[in-house]
């Protein structure tokens, strides 16, 4: 058995697209981290949900641009391969996204990084109380 919880099942990360899910830091703040297809093994991998250049996030709840193996920054075009997290072109040319330490094993997905802990499936204001307020726009 795995350590680790459970993220998602493989067949929830869509093949092109992410998978958005909310995990606590070592410092109890919580971020945004996606969930991609990968061509090497295991097949997943996992990266915060924002470009190194100026914290974009790639995921804004539908699902970040992938083409090519590779995630478009919606800012300014930078893209990262989806496997290594290598940028090099554009405004991040040069940087690299963090990793974030996965298990995939039978047939589903598990946080294994001791830097994090998983809150949620979706983004960190998915889990915001309904308003009150009266006012609709």
Known sequence: ?????????????PASGSY??????????????ILVRCAEEPGIQAWPNTCTHQQQAFDRGDG??????????????????????????????GTELSSVKITVEDG??????????????????????DSTSHISF
């Open 64 to 93: 970040a641009a992938i083409r090519d193996g590779q995630i478009i920054c919606p800012r300014h075009g930078s893209l990262f391969d989806v496997c290594a997290g290598a940028c090099d072109n554009g405004p991040a040319a």
């Open 20 to 33: 958005l899910f909310t995990a606590t830091d070592a410092f109890t703040n919580e971020t945004e981290l």
């Open 108 to 129: 589903s997905v598990f946080l294994s990084d001791d830097n994090y802990t998983f809150r949620h499936a979706g983004g960190t204001g998915d889990d915001d109380p």
């Open 1 to 13: 058995m795995t350590d680790g919880a459970k993220i998602a099942d493989v067949d929830d990360i």
